[in-house]
């Protein structure tokens, strides 16, 4: 079983930055998974924010790419999304995401709002 907390989640103005954690607890290792972040909004499904692989490969949403990085520390068990240029359009609910093969698991989410 593994268990995801995130935190970092704020009310930031446009332009701004901030960082998300998501700490991995449990009794599976935290190098067999590959970690993600997603968001949504209301109305709309959850989409794909960046994935990094135990190895440290990452792949990007489009719209992100260039403005935010991840990246995970081993000995922390913890995976980062240091979120940089934010836009009003970033504003949703951040979930972090384990995923090995068919297992997954998910966060409760974290509130990151972009306002003026």
């Known amino acids: 079983q593994v268990h995801l907390v995130e935190s970092g989640g704020d009310l930031v103005q446009p332009g701004g930055s901030l960082r998300l954690s998501c700490v991995f607890s449990g009794t599976r290792g935290f190098s067999a998974f590959v970690m993600g972040w997603y968001r949504r909004t209301p109305g709309k499904q959850r989409d794909l924010v960046a994935t990094?692989?135990?190895?440290?490969?990452?792949v990007y949403h489009s719209s992100v790419q260039g403005r935010f990085t991840i990246s995970r520390e081993r000995a922390q068990r913890t995976v980062f999304l240091q979120m940089d240029s934010l836009k009003p359009e970033d504003t949703a609910v951040y979930y972090c995401?384990?995923?090995?093969?068919?297992?997954?698991?998910w966060g409760q989410g974290t509130q990151v709002t972009v306002t003026a």
């Open positions: 990094i692989t135990p190895g440290g490969s990452t």
């Open positions: 995401n384990a995923q090995s093969g068919s297992e997954g698991y």
